[in-house]
């Protein structure tokens, strides 16, 4: 078993039954032009995550364990996409300059290159803000093993706790790595991570990239 410092006590798991799981690491979401832009944010804020994710990819690919890579998005024709988000979010399909916005097929619906998955891992896509409403996310997971989930990407407070609560509620233990996750609005960042590890861990547990690295055995270190 590896144990990670953490909030609100060592986060313990065992690599070969540990997912990491990057969240909607799209260009939609981190690049100018996009879904966050259209909405009225500051798509910047979200890039200091990207280079301790790297890391963290690259020694989870080194362990071998098991990566899912999810994406928010809908099909071309829509048909998956609620009318009340529709409604609230009436650029949702609009032709930007990396595309259509939050269509899957799209460059901008698709990874960053920095974080591009590899073949062999799992490409997810939602149409919700969590990983769990409307996929097979839990089927795989529970046919791999898998126990405990490492929680990356963004928003913190959107996506990310959303997937979060959904896991918690399904019994997987969560950990959340801060500096890999981020929010268009930094008090929202704090808050959410605060709210996951409050109360014993209501939620899951917080911690960095850089205890997991030290702890996880393999080279890599930040
Ligand atoms: N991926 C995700 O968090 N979707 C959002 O819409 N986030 C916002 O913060 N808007």
Redesign the pocket.
């Known amino acids: 078993m590896t144990a990670v410092p953490a909030e609100p006590g060592p986060f313990v798991f065992d690599p070969d039954t540990t997912a990491l799981v990057v969240?909607?690491m799209?260009r939609d979401?981190l690049e100018p032009g996009g879904?966050?832009s259209a909405?009225g944010?500051d798509v910047s804020l979200l890039s200091a995550a990207v280079e301790p994710l790297q890391r963290v990819l690259a020694a989870t690919r080194e362990l071998g364990m098991t990566i899912i890579h999810t994406r928010?998005g809908h099909r071309p024709d829509m048909a998956d996409c609620p009318p009340a988000k529709f409604a609230r979010g009436e650029f949702i399909g609009t032709d930007s300059p990396k595309g259509r916005i939050l269509i899957r097929g799209e460059y901008g619906h698709d990874i960053v290159d920095e974080l591009a998955p590899l073949p062999g891992e799992v490409v997810l896509d939602k149409p919700g803000?969590g990983s769990f409403y409307a996929t097979d996310l839990e089927l795989m997971l529970r046919n791999a093993g898998v126990k405990s989930l490492i929680v990356t990407?963004?928003?913190t407070?959107?996506?990310?706790h959303t997937t979060v609560r959904e896991a918690n509620d399904r019994g997987f233990e969560c950990l959340v790595l801060s500096d890999c996750c981020g929010?268009?609005f930094p008090e929202f960042h704090e808050v959410a991570l605060r709210m996951i590890s409050a109360q014993g861990g209501i939620f899951g547990w917080v911690g960095s990239s850089s205890d997991l690295l030290a702890a996880l055995p393999i080279g890599a270190r930040a």
């Open positions: 969240i909607d799209q979401f879904f966050g909405l944010n928010e803000k990407g963004v928003t407070e959107v996506c990310v929010s268009y």
